[in-house]
């Protein structure tokens, strides 16, 4: 069966999650639509882009993914339909869908009437892209191709790492405000080799990182490497964010006994 999710910052207060679900089941009523989330933080294209990288491999190769966030911003921004990593993605060329992927991908522009006014294009245009994808429609058949990786580019963080030490930052702050950073367990172990380390986070500093986030005892902070493989500063039954006084951007960083 076909899979299309969705993904937006519409919250749950209002009716435009389901307005545009509505839309789908008319068009293909027997569709499998999964929610990602409607909580990401409104305008939030960091935010957004964290949340749906960190689920959309784990689907199905084929499935279709909705993506709305800030969708309206910009009125040269185009609506697009994009193919990365044997998954599909409709919405809007405002810089999210490239902070998906390094690998190549294609692209075309969605084709609509732009003669009239388009206040909630999910609805009106993102829907029966998706439904078209999702029941093996080509991409080439939705409107014009563009140019290979040419969708708007914005840059993730980058980690700077030297022979003896990494500096990241948070990256995400979840709703148990554990801050998850861009640190990789495979970068990690490549630049430690085996030596002694200590990881600096504000005032604190540790050299243990756990397996698990119960291996202290409540209101204690641990660090682990999450199900993302992606270094994790958390507080066990805690907010570590809050009581760390560390958000979004917050740098960490780790230090390698020096090799001589």
């Known amino acids: 069966m076909a899979i299309i999710t969705f993904t937006s910052d519409f919250g749950t207060r209002d009716h435009y999650v389901a307005a545009v679900k509505a839309k789908i089941f008319n068009f293909s009523p027997n569709i499998q639509v999964i929610d990602i989330s409607h909580a990401i933080e409104q305008y939030n ?3 957004g882009a964290f949340v749906l990288n960190a689920v959309f491999r784990d689907f199905p190769k084929g499935t279709v993914h909705i993506i709305s966030v800030n969708s309206l911003s910009n009125l040269n921004d185009k609506f697009v339909a994009v193919k990365m990593e044997d998954h599909y993605f409709v919405g809007t060329d405002n810089g ?3 902070l998906l992927t390094d690998k190549t991908y294609s692209s075309v522009e969605l084709i609509y009437d732009k003669s009239q006014p388009i206040t909630f294009p999910e609805k009106n245009i993102f829907a029966f892209a998706a439904v078209s994808l999702a029941n093996g429609k080509n991409l080439y058949d939705l409107g014009p191709t563009m140019p290979i990786n040419s969708l708007s580019k914005l840059i993730n963080r980058r980690l700077k790492i030297t022979k003896n030490g ?3 930052n ?3 702050v979840d709703s148990y405000g554990n801050l998850i950073t861009n640190i990789s367990k495979k970068q990690f172990e490549e630049t430690c080799a085996n030596r002694s380390f200590t990881i600096l986070f504000g005032r604190e500093n540790t050299s243990i990182i756990s397996k698990t986030y119960s291996t202290v005892d409540a209101g204690m902070y641990t660090i682990v490497f999450n199900d993302l493989g992606l270094l994790e500063i ?3 039954n805690g907010n570590a ?3 760390l006084n560390l958000k979004f ?3 960490v960083s780790i230090e390698f006994v020096p090799e001589y």
């Open 45 to 47: 294209l960091a935010h």
């Open 96 to 98: 999210l869908l490239s």
């Open 166 to 168: 990494i500096e990241g």
């Open 170 to 172: 948070v990256i995400h």
């Open 234 to 236: 958390a507080i066990n």
């Open 241 to 243: 964010s809050a009581l």
């Open 249 to 251: 951007d917050s740098k």
